[in-house]
Nanobody, 126 residues
Framework: QVQLVESGGGLVQTGGSLRLSCAAS????????MAWFRQAPGTEREFVAV????????YYADSVKGRFTISRDNAKNTVYLQMNSLKPEDTAVYYC???????????????????WGQGTQVTVSS
């Protein structure tokens, strides 16, 4: 139902920052829980961050706590992922995702996601 398109990926040095954007179309995201996942070569897709409908609640993977911030602007139908203090292990394709659930915790696994973006590449050099 909702189409998601990521942007903002690129090449950055260790310690640098990037901000990813996820633009939605077809449906408003105001009624969706939104999340970010990532997938590195040879690995399974893993959870990064999730945010509630209003943005009042967020939850992060332990690997990115204190470095990444998820936010949303429902008026712009856009979700963001601010990534600071980037490390080489953050290198991956980052995917925007949308779903509905009673709790944001239920959207921390890929199997619970209803809509996916196509992904944007983030590469962190040593």
């Amino acid at each position: 139902q909702v189409q998601l398109v990521e942007s903002g990926g690129g090449l950055v040095q260790t310690g640098g920052s990037l901000r990813l954007s996820c633009a939605a179309s077809g449906r408003t995201i105001s009624t969706y829980i939104m999340a970010w996942f990532r997938q590195a070569p040879g690995t399974e897709r893993e959870f990064v961050a999730v945010i509630s409908w209003s943005g009042a609640s967020t939850y992060y993977a332990d690997s990115v706590k204190g470095r990444f911030t998820i936010s949303r602007d429902n008026a712009k139908n856009t979700v963001y992922l601010q990534m600071n203090s980037l490390k080489p292990e953050d290198t991956a394709v980052y995917y925007c995702a949308a779903g509905r659930a009673p709790s944001i915790v239920e959207l921390t696994t890929p199997q619970r996601i209803n809509s996916w973006g196509q992904g944007t590449q983030v590469t962190v050099s040593s």
